[in-house]
């Protein structure tokens, strides 16, 4: 089978110019560093990229500033997660027309009490809408904050209703059964983790590979977990263990540290930035982890 999505992709963050809107340009440029890094894709706007504070337009506007600077839609995903559906099904047509294939969906969220067969409508309605082959869907599992999440049993449905345009689903559940139960409802499917900690031992049980947020910072010690070996996930577990809570304004402080631009403070409200004092401990300690294997 071939995986419409593999390796280490990036669970990108998004800058932001004064003003608190996307700056494209530096999305771009990052992506560009991130290739320099040896990742293989980025998905924009997904969690770590605060995708749900962003609106479809804004969101199809920075693609169109990305793909203008030069990174290749085929290197490209796109979150669409949204809470009305017609705004999911707007980004994925959008993200299509513009030659990017590749979607992250969020499963249904807010209401909590959906069902099997509301949560496959939600994902089926956004595949049939869109109307095109080329799509490669990706279901969301992060039920921490989307809840209910997506059952093992709805990827498998999809899977037999819409073959390799549902192409999978990207586990954020750090629950290393929920992996396993995907894999065990859909063996024809692609199963991503967001758990760095959990990128050897999935790819050892036929996972495809990744798409997580720690790679913004250390993408070499994400890289070093494919190689499957201890040393690579002890470091991997001291980085994770050095990026505090509240996990994205701490992200982007220790990037805003790593480059001294102090843009890459910015969040989108209702998170609140720290300031570029406190990114250089947090930098020192996720690097004191990764570096083990970064180098």
């Known amino acids: 089978m071939t995986h419409a999505i593999a390796g280490l992709w990036v669970a990108t963050v998004t800058p932001l110019d004064a003003d608190g809107n996307v700056d494209a340009a530096a999305l771009a440029a990052h992506c560009a560093w991130l290739d320099t890094q040896g990742c293989d894709g980025y998905v924009l706007f997904g969690t770590t990229g605060e995708g749900p504070s962003f609106t479809a337009d804004e969101r199809l506007a920075a693609l169109d500033g ?19 559906l017609p705004d999911t099904i707007a980004l994925t047509r959008g993200a299509l027309a513009r030659g990017v294939v590749r979607t992250l969906q969020l499963a249904p969220f807010f209401w909590r009490d959906a069902g099997e067969d509301g949560i496959h409508a939600a994902f089926a309605r956004t595949i049939d809408a869109a109307g095109d082959d080329r799509l490669r869907m990706f279901a969301y599992n992060i039920p921490q904050v989307a809840r209910p999440g997506v059952p093992p049993a709805v990827l498998a449905r999809l899977r037999r209703d819409y ?48 798409i997580c947020g720690m790679a913004n910072i ?14 690579a996930e002890a470091a991997m577990r001291a980085a994770c263990t050095g990026l505090p809570d509240p996990f994205l304004p701490a992200l982007k402080a220790a990037i805003a540290a790593a480059t001294g631009r102090e843009a890459w ?17 947090i930098l020192e300690a996720v690097r004191g982890g990764g570096a083990r294997r970064a180098a």
């Open 66 to 84: 990305v793909l203008r600077a030069g990174v290749k839609a085929d290197r490209l995903a796109l979150g669409t997660g949204a809470a009305a």
């Open 163 to 210: 073959g390799a345009v549902a192409a999978g689903v990207k586990d954020s559940s750090a629950v290393f059964e929920n992996f396993r139960a995907y894999r065990a409802a859909s063996p024809d499917s692609t199963v991503l983790v967001g758990a760095e900690t959990d990128i050897a031992r999935a790819l050892a049980e036929g996972g495809a590979g990744t």
């Open 218 to 231: 250390v993408p070499a010690a994400v890289r070093a977990m494919f190689d499957q070996d201890a040393t």
């Open 265 to 281: 403070l910015r969040v989108r409200a209702p998170l609140t930035p720290l300031t570029l004092a406190a990114g250089g401990p």
